[in-house]
């Protein structure tokens, strides 16, 4: 039914009832998805069924939801490739054919869907990750791993973010879901940021803090390495840089968990877009220094770092489009979209 009152409406402003797209066998899917074409993988099944488990790097939009056809429009041009599948391929057939109808030339349906996928025993994942289209149109994906690891995907640059392999009973195969780094940012020493195993195996450029760097335990690893005072800026790349930032606790009692001038939090600059990763911080004056940040990455786990009414005050001095709160724990963050009308409020599973 939602098909054919879609299809009505696109004929009723003279766009084609009949549309093409093509299916793809399992090989064939997976043979697009690692071209160097502009691809956007597209998930169309329900948020319960993509939490459960999805292709690494899909987008999650429901094709059963009302706003379906506008969520794809805010989220992929009609320039990109669009790999899209569901459970057996049935209703990402209706989706391909749908988009196709739109102006979406470039659609290529999984045929059997993705039962087919697991069943070839091809990766599957159950990171979420958000998508965001920098100023020069080009894509940047934010994986959101746990508690405060991301990871940054930008033109074929794979940057890492405190990544960890085990908190808790939570472990990270980096080596299946994730490529060699090209630059591994590391906020601060603790266990749940830093992870010397999982930065061997990762390589790449390591920017952290002075703390840090005397930890590692190689030349090696050292000589890869590049320390970032609060307030200093490095250029990675062109059009690609990063500052570090002040992240330090306030509260009476609280000092000795992130004292003011150790800790890094940064602002990742991806040819003007701007990405600010706080680490652990409580809400401190310096955020009122801090601009034009398209996401912010905010924590929220009293006593270590913001309580929520510290974290909705940090919101306020940074005023991002959209902020993930990450690093939560057990406090509770669900009040924070409605103390923040204006800012993008995306609550993740990130605890």
Same mark, same amino acid.
């Given at each position: ?8 409406? @696109? ?12 299916? @793809? ?84 349906? @999984? ?241």
């Amino acid at each position: 039914m939602k098909r054919i009152i879609l299809l009505a409406f @696109l004929a009723s402003f003279g766009l084609p009832a009949c549309s093409r797209y093509k299916d @793809l066998s399992v090989g064939e899917f997976r043979s697009r998805l690692d071209s160097d074409n502009n691809v956007q993988l597209l998930d169309v099944r329900t948020p319960q069924e993509f939490a459960e488990g999805h292709i690494p790097g899909a987008m999650n939009i429901d094709w059963l939801a009302d706003g379906f056809v506008e969520a794809v429009q805010a989220s992929i041009t009609p320039e990109q490739e669009i790999l899209i599948y569901c459970r057996r391929g049935r209703r990402s057939a209706e989706a391909a054919d749908t988009l196709n109808a739109l102006g979406y030339k470039r659609v290529f349906n @999984l045929k059997e869907g993705f039962n087919a996928w697991k069943n070839a025993n091809l990766p599957v994942t159950a990171f979420e990750t958000e998508r965001f289209r920098a100023p020069g149109g080009a894509t940047v994906e934010i994986t959101l791993i746990k508690h405060a690891s991301l990871a940054i995907s930008y033109k074929g640059i794979s940057i890492q973010v405190d990544p960890v392999i085990s908190l808790g009973d939570n472990t990270t195969d980096y080596a299946t879901y994730f490529p060699e780094a090209d630059y591994i940012l590391v906020t601060h020493e603790h266990g749940d940021h830093f992870d010397k195993e999982v930065l061997g195996l990762l390589g790449g450029k390591i920017v952290t803090n002075a703390n840090c760097f005397r930890l590692l335990e190689s030349d090696k690893m050292k000589s890869q390495a590049q320390v970032l005072a609060n307030g200093k800026s490095l250029t990675l790349q062109e059009g690609i840089s990063v500052e570090a930032v002040p992240a330090y606790n306030t509260t009476p009692g609280r000092e000795q968990f992130h004292p003011q001038g150790r800790d890094n939090g940064y602002i990742l600059n991806l040819d003007g877009f701007r990405i600010y990763i706080a680490g652990d911080t409580e809400d401190i004056p310096e955020m009122a220094d801090i601009k034009d940040i398209d996401v912010a990455f905010l924590p929220c786990n009293q006593p270590y770092t913001m309580t929520p009414e510290q974290c909705i005050n940090a919101a306020r001095l940074v005023n991002p489009k959209v902020l993930i709160p990450y690093h939560f724990g057990q406090t509770d963050v669900s009040g924070l979209p409605e103390a923040l009308p204006g800012i993008d409020v995306r609550i993740r599973n990130m605890q």
